[in-house]
T-cell receptor, first 114, second 111 residues
Framework: GAVVSQHPSWVICKSGTSVKIECRSL??????MFWYRQFPKQSLMLMAT?????????EQGVEKDKFLINHASLTLSTLTVTSAHPEDSSFYIC??????????FGPGTRLLVL | AQSVTQPDIHITVSEGASLELRCNYS??????LFWYVQSPGQGLQLLLK??????LVQGIKGFEAEFKTSQSYFKLRKPSVHWSDAAEYFC?????????FGTGTRLTIIP
């Protein structure tokens, strides 16, 4: 099946720094990618929809300036957590949608902000 | 608005025993429903999906799901679980161009 990768798989950073997470579709092109956030023992919450070549669409309550999303190509979307704080610590998951509208998920990135 | 609920937070099953995970949905029209499994260090993997038609859907790894409109449920089943089935299971519905996930059910397998 199709493969979606995320890098890094985990990251620890100091409060106030910015962290970039990459999401790549390895063997297919994805015009749409999604970014989710998952808190411990909770469900995945959709943060934003990333469309190649256009601005991301953010879900209600998600700060656009805090979570910058760039979908620069059909195989790459990035999520940058700006000025990260401990409350941003979470598990971030991306997914990519094929032309057949099947959604494949990345393995996730665990962020810990100290 | 569409929503799915998973009433069981944690289920423990003996290896070889049968499994049933519950998912209830709330949606105006016929929903598109999915079951995903999440294992540590791996991305969510689609087990099966329901769009329309037969109420019994076959998936991968020996899983199947029953969709019942009258009772608004989409139950995941497996006749005999293996230790490798221990994971987090999520029910999801698709509508308004996005997936909405349930809170998940953690499955523990005991020998």
């Amino acid at each position: 099946g199709a493969v979606v990768s995320q890098h890094p798989s985990w990251v620890i950073c100091k409060s106030g720094t910015s962290v970039k997470i990459e999401c790549r579709s390895l063997d297919f092109q994805a015009t749409t990618m999604f970014w989710y956030r998952q808190f411990p023992k909770q469900s995945l919450m959709l943060m934003a929809t990333s469309n190649e070549g256009s601005k991301a669409t953010y879900e209600q309550g998600v700060e656009k300036d805090k979570f910058l999303i760039n979908h620069a190509s059909l195989t790459l979307s990035t999520l940058t957590v700006t000025s990260a704080h401990p409350e941003d610590s979470s598990f971030y998951i991306c997914s990519a949608v094929t032309y057949q509208e099947t959604q494949y998920f990345g393995p996730g990135t665990r962020l810990l902000v100290l | 608005a569409q929503s799915v609920t998973q009433p069981d937070i944690h289920i423990t099953v003996s290896e070889g025993a049968s499994l049933e995970l519950r998912c209830n949905y709330s949606y105006g029209a016929t929903p598109y429903l999915f079951w995903y499994v999440q294992s540590p260090g791996q991305g969510l993997q689609l087990l099966l999906k329901y769009f329309s038609g037969d109420t019994l859907v076959q998936g991968i790894k020996g899983f199947e799901a029953e969709f019942k409109t009258s009772q608004s449920y989409f139950k995941l089943r497996k006749p005999s679980v293996h230790w490798s089935d221990a994971a987090e299971y999520f029910c999801a519905s698709f509508g308004n161009e996005k997936l909405t996930f349930g809170t998940g059910t953690r499955l523990t397998i005991i020998p």
